[in-house]
C-alpha cells in the first residue's frame, strides 16, 4: 500500500494550520492547551471508535495534524500519554464501563496521565517488576476527583517505586503494571490498573535531576496506594498481555512528528556549520550529510509501516524505530556541539547564583539526547527483541552458573 497525501487530506491540512495560528497565542498553560485542543476536537482522531467526545480521522490526516502540530511549535503536550497511550489500551482491553469512565476526560483534554512501569530494579526488563498489589475485598475508597467506580467490589492496595515517571508530577492518574498473585515471576501474575494520583500520604512524586539541570522524570512511591478492583483492565493476572499492547501504540504516527521537530534541530545545526566555517572540514560536512540521509531514510520508514509494508505494533517495528531515531538524535547532539568549536563549552549567560546551570539549545541538545539510547527501552534490549521476535535467535540465558 502506497502512503500518499490527497486533496481532502490538505484541505484538513489548510484546517489545521488555521486553527493552530488562531489559538496559538501567547504561552497558554499546559493544562489550559490540553483543554483548548480538546474544545477544538484535536484530541483522539487515532482512536479505533469515536463517540467519547472526540473526532476519527483516517491514517493520512493523522499525520497531518501531527506534521502541522510540530511545524507549528505548538506547547509540548501533556496529555499525549493518555491521548497516545492508555486510550487505545482500552479500546482494546478495556470494558464498556471503563471507556465510558475514562476516555471522554481525556478526549477533553481534563485528565492527564502518566505511565507506571519501570522500577529501579526492572527498567528495560519489565518481567523484573517487584510493585506488588494486593486485594482487598472490602469497601474501600472508590478513587480521587469523586470518581464512580463500575464492576467487581473492592480495591487494590499497591506498594512499591517507579521510575523514569514522565509528567508524574502533573498527573491525576497513572496506569501501573504491578505484581498482583503472590510468589509470582517474570510475565506471569501481573496485572494492569488504574489509580488516582491524588492520595496524600500513599503517593510520593520525587523530581529526578538530569544532566540539563531540569526535571522531566520522576521517582513515584506508592505506599498502600488504593486502585478500584473495577479499574483492572484485561482482568487480574493479564497484566502482561496489556503492557505489551500498549507499547505497541507507542511509536506510531507521533515518530511523524518527532521527525519534523529532528529536521528543525538538523536545520539549526547546518546553520550553525555554515557560520563557524566547521562544513569545510570534510569529516564534519560527512557527518552532517550522513545525519540528513538517515532522517530521510527514517520518514521513509515511518510512512512504509505506516501504509501497511509493516504492521505499526508488529514484531520488531517499535524496536527497529526506536533504535534508529534513539541513535540518530544522540550523534546530533555530537555534532550541535562539534560544530560550535570551543564555544561549545561557554554558557550562553554570566554564571550567577539565582541562575548556576544556563544552557543554550545546542548544549542542551547534546546532554539529553545522551537518554535517547537509554529510556523507553535501551539499545541493548530494543536488539534482543529485534534478535528473539524477528529473527528467532535463542533467547539469552538466565541465571545458573
Not at 474544545?39 to 467526545?53: C, F, N, Q, R, S
Not at 510493585?131 to 467506580?149: E, I
Not at 498502600?224 to 486502585?227: F, L, N, P, Q, S
Not at 556541539?337 to 563549552?345: L, S, T
Given at each position: ?71 507549528s511549535k505548538a506547547p509540548a503536550r501533556s496529555g499525549h500519554i493518555g491521548e497516545n497511550l492508555l486510550a ?120 529526578i535531576r538530569q544532566l540539563t539541570g531540569t526535571s522531566d522524570f520522576n521517582e513515584v512511591f506508592f505506599d498502600?496506594?488504593?486502585?478500584a478492583a473495577g479499574h483492572v483492565v484485561g482482568g487480574e493476572g493479564e497484566g502482561w498481555k496489556v503492557a ?158
Open positions: 500500500m502506497d502512503f500518499a497525501f490527497g486533496p481532502e487530506d490538505e484541505v484538513f491540512r489548510r484546517e489545521a494550520r488555521a486553527w493552530l495560528e488562531e489559538h496559538l497565542t501567547g504561552a497558554p498553560a499546559r493544562r489550559d492547551w490540553e483543554r483548548e485542543l480538546g474544545k477544538g476536537g484535536w484530541i483522539g482522531l487515532g482512536w479505533a471508535e469515536d463517540g467519547y467526545g472526540n473526532r476519527r480521522a483516517d491514517l493520512t490526516r493523522q499525520v497531518v495534524w501531527a506534521e502541522e502540530y510540530a511545524r487505545p489500551t482500552l479500546i482494546a482491553h478495556g470494558s464498556p464501563e471503563q471507556k465510558r469512565r475514562f476516555l471522554p476526560p481525556i478526549a477533553r483534554g481534563e485528565e492527564l496521565w502518566c505511565q507506571g512501569y519501570s522500577e529501579p530494579g526492572a527498567g528495560s526488563d519489565l518481567a523484573g517488576i517487584r510493585t506488588t498489589a494486593v486485594r482487598d475485598t472490602g469497601a474501600g475508597p472508590a478513587g480521587a476527583r469523586g470518581d464512580t467506580v463500575t464492576g467487581p467490589a473492592g480495591t487494590y492496595r499497591v506498594t512499591g517505586q517507579k521510575i523514569w515517571t514522565s509528567l508524574a508530577h502533573e498527573a491525576d492518574w497513572c496506569f501501573v503494571l504491578a505484581r498482583t498473585e503472590p510468589g509470582s515471576v517474570r510475565h506471569r501474575g501481573l496485572s494492569f490498573l488504574l489509580l488516582p494520583m491524588d492520595q496524600p500520604g500513599r503517593i510520593e512524586v520525587r523530581p498502600g496506594a488504593v486502585a505489551m499492547s500498549l507499547l505497541g501504540f507507542e511509536r506510531g504516527v507521533s515518530t511523524l512528528a518527532q521527525q519534523i521537530g529532528f529536521a528543525e534541530e538538523l536545520g539549526r545545526v547546518l546553520r550553525t556549520a555554515v557560520a563557524t566555517g566547521a562544513h569545510r572540514d570534510p569529516v564534519v560536512r560527512e557527518r552532517l550529510v550522513r545525519l540528513w540521509a538517515e532522517l530521510r531514510a527514517m520518514r521513509w520508514n515511518a510512512l512504509r509501516t505506516l501504509g501497511g509494508s509493516a504492521s505499526p505494533g508488529g514484531a520488531g517495528a517499535p524496536s527497529v524505530a526506536k533504535l534508529l531515531w534513539g541513535g540518530w538524535h544522540r550523534r546530533l547532539g555530537e555534532v550541535a556541539v562539534q560544530v560550535r568549536g570551543a564555544a561549545a563549552a561557554v554558557g550562553p549567560g554570566d554564571w550567577s547564583a539565582a541562575r548556576p546551570y544556563e544552557l543554550d539549545a545546542a548544549q542542551h541538545l547534546f546532554l539529553f539526547s545522551r537518554a535517547d539510547t537509554i529510556y523507553g527501552g535501551s539499545d541493548e534490549i530494543q536488539r534482543t527483541i529485534v534478535a528473539e521476535r524477528v529473527l528467532g535467535l535463542p533467547k539469552e540465558p538466565r541465571g545458573g552458573p
